[in-house]
């Protein structure tokens, strides 16, 4: 009896040896629209009064916009997971979208900071490659589209380097395309 619960635990190990690795609720997929209104926010109208205008001072205006999805990955890889391509038709669309076609874009991988540095910064490029490779197969123009590999150097949550949600893809509207 005591050998059955033994051979039990150490079936059960390995799983329970995963479990902080398995990934949190998935989030929903954010619609294109959205992600273009993400990346593309309407700005301050220029205001105009008796033939003169006065335009937003442009030190005052935000850096690049961006936004951060949730794009599944296997465990320790750069395959996409098959449910991560609904987000990636969706980013997509909305690269290919009227305020958004004639820009380039930063697709940046992140990790969160288990493991090595060096390691996890490999990883996070050839992640945001495979995000890139998806993107062009779909119609995106490859020379839109630059990627970097951030590793754990940029935390979404800084005060939990270990959290999931630091695991993610970010896309930058870098401007209008040369």
Do not use: C, W
Not at 136 to 147: C, F, K, M, Q
């Amino acid at each position: 009896m005591r050998m059955r619960m033994v051979g039990a635990l150490l079936i059960g190990l390995p799983l329970l040896a995963h479990a902080a690795d398995a990934p949190e609720a998935s989030a929903p997929v954010m619609s294109g629209d959205a992600i273009a209104a993400a990346l593309k926010p309407a700005g301050p109208a220029a205001a105009r009064s008796r033939g003169l205008s006065r335009r937003p001072d442009a030190a005052a205006a935000p850096g690049p916009q961006s936004i951060n999805l949730n794009i599944p990955f296997e465990y320790n890889s750069s395959n996409l997971k098959p449910e991560a391509s609904e987000q990636l038709k969706q980013l997509g669309r909305a690269l290919a979208s009227e305020s958004l076609r004639s820009d380039r874009f930063l697709i940046a991988g992140h990790t969160d900071s288990k493991g090595n540095a060096q390691y996890n910064r490999q990883l996070s490029l050839k992640r945001a490659e495979a995000v890139r490779r998806f993107l062009v197969a779909s119609g995106v123009e490859a020379g839109r589209l630059d990627t970097v590999g951030y590793g754990s150097e940029h935390p979404l949550l800084p005060e939990q380097p270990e959290a999931a949600s630091n695991r993610r893809v970010e896309i930058q509207d870098l401007g209008a395309a040369h």
